[in-house]
């Protein structure tokens, strides 16, 4: 009997699961996707010459009607998916996963059975379907195998009971996938004709970045508005201090709005007597919460740990690989029987038998759930952070927190006793609550997080008709807050609560909004940039139905339908389209038959320096400038004179409760619809205001004065092409080093440290070595991390890689001299690895290391003494 073959997406994955099926199986990884949509366009060049030729002979209507025609074909190649003919879909074998593809066809044919062992979401049956497709053979060989954690009891439960394939979950994230396509494929080309060229559109991401813009608005149209509080510093009789705050003022609520009101109740009060009216005891207790799902855990790795959405799902991902969790892509709460019995085992033999309560504690799911098996907790209960010596240090704390809610939420409540006095102070009446802990239950494990200058506090034994004495009063001036800015945990918890994605989208949505420039992350807080404002402002007008909430909350439960087989895909995906196209197609025309208005920009009385036409504010996908009214002038009279401005307002502090207050109260308000506005510097004398709602508002302030721009202060550089200083300067880029020399257009970034960038040399173009994910070329570029290749579109193609030493070998005579001993590093480690180079941190050195699969061997070699000299975690170091 031959052996079995068993495919699963990562390498990690795979080595895990080896260790517990026997020598019949042959175990493989497809390192993710296989193959997707193309990722350019697949029309053929003799068709395009062949058809120009054509079109010469063709009348104006003619040509019109196959411009139409061509058009749509071009899309439809650029998409890989043809909505008008049934949706057919051209996939494609990814780039570089060629090597991949034919070794598990080659496995494949010597294999009796093939296993796909794939994640158990509709991501993880749409690999195991790529897989059977593009290996092919009787169908009948092929099992489906699915398990909630690596372990080797579910391994080999999995193994015992294979399935097939489940088509409606494939259909279901093919839907989504052409889904999205169509949004991105066919409205990102409107944005680039109406607003600015290199945008972008997403059924998804658009409406993420609505909510973070919209919350932006609130921010920018609130009015921070004063209050006061006023508490007294009192004595009890034993002699024992308390603070109470004045609630009441003639059976009223007691809100000072200003420093006069205040101060008439701390003057009335200085002479007041201080009795205590009523005192308040009462048991309470505090219940766990339920285990973790996605989200849940991206919150709280967030809050407690610190940790991005994108680092908590790369964690949790590889705990799970290595078997140490059950899978991290979950809306469930459930847990099973098995965890539960194990679990309760623990908590009453670790912690005694008043922290278990008499029953399991059962936690409901929202309703929908989907994919779900279980909750995300430890494999085995009894493994502790400390046990894991496999995993990196931010692992082992991402799994303590996942041990520590799992064990608290099997837990007894904790119990609290809680108090509350109330004193009479002539028509005044003063409050203070506290709380004690009784016995600690659950957050004998799980700490309970607290807000900001809250802490349970013990009050001072006093009764009923006290007299209490008067220490100290203290006033104090507040000011509302606007609502808080998103951070990456709130909004993943707004996205959840709104519908919005699913756990194996809210990683790449909070990643995406961010790589699309729409909107930035400063001290782990979301802003939204003018182009993002803009762009969702002409969405949502033209695309009401694309960027509701509510809809694309639905869409997310019709593809769960879809899963669940009770829908038709096709149909769905018809609907879709029939409704979005009609959309489309009015967003197309002009801004006065009804269309998506254009990015006009507003005017201004500034004078332009080079035509002394006006000067309007303008957006573009890099920023807010001012550009010369002349541009939209014949080209022989046109004037392209633009001026850069810079932002006067840096970002809050991430810690700071009042520091959003504050910067609301110190901007300018527009005159036209009272909106805080945005201030940049024109240069040292003048400051630009613009209203926050630009350009639907059209109001702006000019202030002159004398301004200093933030940011380095140190001396002059000097030129390192040409010798003359070079100073400090800002472009729509930031802040940045630029020589001084008309004739030098040297430049050098400005680093975060205050320090300026090594000088970087002129790039070296290798038109011979292709690009993997468009039909670009590598750029050899020197950068501030040393040299690496990146795509010749840059921007349209963002694509970079570490060059190869074999690469550097065959370019050598290209090479800047400083870097030309790069090409005498070793071409390859001992296992015959390809070696590329690499950039440290923390030496500010280069040197070169081999991967396999994407992670690192352990061999790497360092330049020493005029040497190469390489080493590996697993031997000696020798000298190369």
Known sequence: MGKSLVIVESPAKAKTINKYLGKEFIVKSSVGHIRDLPTSSTSEGNEKVKSAAEVKKMSPEEKAQYKKVKDQQALVSRMGVNPEKGWAAKYQILPGKEKVVKELQALADSADQIYLATDLDREGEAIAWHLQEVIGGDPSRYQRVVFNEITKSAIQDAFSKPSTLDTNMVNAQQARRFLDRVVGFMVSPLLWKKVAR?????????????????????????????????????????????????????????????????????????SASFKVISREDKATQSKPSAPFITSTLQQAASTRLGFGVKKTMMMAQRLYEAGHITYMRTDSTNLSQEALESVRDMIGKAFGAKYLPAEPIRYGSKEGAQEAHEAIRPSNVHVEATDLTDMERDAQRLYELIWRQFVSCQMTPAQYDATKLTVKAGDYELKATGRTLRFDGWTRVQT?????????????????????????????????????RYSEASLVKELEKRGIGRPSTYATIISTIQDRGYVKVENRRFYAEKMGEIVSERLVSSFADLMSYDFTASMEQTLDDVARGELDWKKVLDG????????LEKAERDPEEGGMRLNQMVMTDIKCPTCGRP???????????????????PPKERCKTTMNLTPGVEAISEN?????????????????????MDSYLIDEKRKLHVCGNNPICEGYEVEEGQFKIKGYEGPLIECDRCGHDMELKNGRFGKYFGCTNEECKNTRKLLKNGEAAPPKEDPIYLPELKCSKSDAHFVLRDGAAGIFLAASTFPKSRETRAPLVEELVKYRELLWPKYQYLADAPICDDEGNKAAVKFSRKTKEQYVAT??????????????NGKWVSESTAKKSKKA
């Not at 209490?468 to 203290?474: F, N, R, S």
């Not at 879709?576 to 959309?583: C, L, N, P, R, V």
């Not at 991967?851 to 020493?864: C, F, L, M, Q, R």
Request: hydrophobic share 40%; proline share 4%; net charge negative.
């Open 198 to 270: 290199g945008l972008s559109a997403g059924r998804v991401q658009s409406v993420a970045v609505r909510l973070v813009v919209e919350r932006e608005s609130e921010i920018k149209a609130f009015v921070p508005e004063e209050f006061w509080d006023v508490h007294a510093q009192l004595t009890t009789p034993a002699e024992e201090s308390l603070r109470m705050e004045v609630v009441k003022h003639l059976d009223s609520a007691f809100e000072p709005i200003n420093e006069q009101q205040a101060l008439a109740a701390v003057q009335a009060l200085s």
């Open 448 to 484: 309970v997080l607290k807000k900001k200058n809250e802490e349970d506090n013990t009050l001072p034994f006093v009764s009923q008709g006290d007299v209490l004495a008067l220490k100290e009063l203290q006033p104090k001036q507040h000011f509302t807050k606007p609502p808080a």
């Open 576 to 583: 879709f389209y029939a409704d979005f196209t009609k959309q």
């Open 615 to 633: 000067m309007g504010i303008r957006t573009g996908t890099t920023g807010v400038f001012l550009g010369c009214s002349g541009y939209e002038l």
């Open 656 to 676: 700071s409760e009042d520091a959003e207050t504050d910067a609301l109260r110190a901007k300018h308000r527009c005159g036209i619809c009272g909106t805080a």
């Open 851 to 864: 991967e396999v699969d994407g992670k690192a061997t352990g061999w790497s070699a360092h330049y020493i």
